[in-house]
């Protein structure tokens, strides 16, 4: 009797992983690689000089992301109200309030303590240390 109880508990748990779990959800995850898609995507882009191709720092992302079938808003504090809040993993969208009036500039986490980002100093999109960027303001993830 315990052991077709357990037989019955373990189907039981079975078919809810099932009802839980969706195959657009796994596609989703597959496709964007824990962010490493991002992070890739970015990298390509790593030189471009600032402002070619609409490389300001939003125009960037917006570009990064739409290469991988997410469209972005072209504004920093438009993006930063996009997605949900996050730790800033890789591949998570990143914010700065570099003046103190509110979120000024975004870049793309790559889970290594840096941010790939079109930096008006650097002149190019450039990946450097995420505490060069003055006025860290919080992260999200985008999927």
């Known amino acids: 009797m315990r052991y077709l109880t357990a037989v019955l508990s373990c189907c ?37 000089p600032y402002g070619a191709y609409g490389a300001d720092c939003s125009g960037f992302t917006s570009a990064v992301f739409a290469d991988l079938g997410v469209y972005l808003p ?5 993006q930063y109200s996009y997605g949900y809040p996050s730790g ?10 570099e003046a103190g009036y509110g979120v000024s ?20 999109v450039v990946e450097t240390p995420i505490e060069y960027v003055p006025g860290y303001v919080g992260a999200v993830d985008v999927y």
Do not use: K, N
């Open 12 to 48: 039981a748990l079975l078919l809810a992983g099932l009802v839980v779990w969706s195959p657009a959800e796994a596609e989703a995850q597959t496709a964007y690689g824990s962010g490493e898609a991002a992070v890739a995507e970015a990298r390509a882009w790593l030189g471009t």
């Open 105 to 124: 500039h975004v870049g793309i986490a790559t889970g290594y303590g840096t941010v790939i980002h079109a930096s008006t100093y650097f002149g190019a």
């Open 88 to 97: 800033g993993e890789a591949g998570d969208l990143v914010f700065f309030d």
């Open 74 to 78: 072209d504004d920093p504090a438009a």
